[in-house]
């Protein structure tokens, strides 16, 4: 299906830093809860990813992501998911994460 520029436009993906990592035993598949610093515009907001097959909690923080932030707020368990955490999914299901080449500000916007 094709979408417009005006789609694309929509989506507001931005660069973050997780600055914290929590196991997240509630949750049907194996995730973890990250709290993530998007700058002075956004501030941090929360996510739940299933990120648990690829990456370790001490190796998530400090690691800079992208996300989309303009999605609404999702209940998943007893956690509320602020943003969306974008990786690559592989054939058995293991995301690899989305991430800057180089250090840059928290909350630039994807393009």
Known sequence: MEITWSDFEKVEMRVGTIVEVRDFPE????????VIDFGKEIGIRKSSAQITKRYHREDLLDRQIVAVVNFPKKQIANFMSECLVIGAVGE????VLLTPDFKIENGQRIA
């Open 27 to 34: 949750a049907r598949k194996p995730a973890y809860q990250l």
């Open 92 to 95: 058995e299901g293991d995301v």
